[in-house]
Nanobody, 112 residues
């Protein structure tokens, strides 16, 4: 049973920063892509960023230059560094592996 466990969420003020973490129970040999998605209230879940096994990253246009996705060397944890957060980015953030497995989600309210 693959497990993805997110952490690091919480209330942040507009313009602030936050780092999310996602730990996976998968073996490095079974992972080819990991990423972060978010779902705002009453909206669909959308891509935020992905990172391939080779290290190639991809970002939604709305977060380019402000968010960074990266991983540890063991490939068992990925991170999402979020800077200059906006109130409209309030959402539940989900970790994803191989376009198949999902974490339980973590709340990120952006509010003063």
């Amino acid at each position: 049973q693959v497990q993805l466990v997110e952490s690091g969420g919480g209330l942040v003020q507009p313009g602030g920063s936050l780092r999310l973490s996602c730990a996976t129970s998968q073996s490095i040999f079974d992972i080819y892509l990991m990423g972060w998605y978010r779902q705002a209230p009453e909206k669909q879940r959308v891509l935020v960023a992905t990172i391939s096994k080779g290290g190639t990253t991809n970002y939604a246009d709305s977060v380019k230059g402000r968010f960074t996705i990266f991983r540890n060397n063991a490939w068992n944890t990925i991170y999402l560094q979020m800077n200059s957060l906006k109130p409209e980015e309030t959402a539940v953030y989900y970790c994803n592996s191989n376009d198949y497995y999902w974490g339980q989600g973590i709340q990120v309210p952006v509010s003063s």
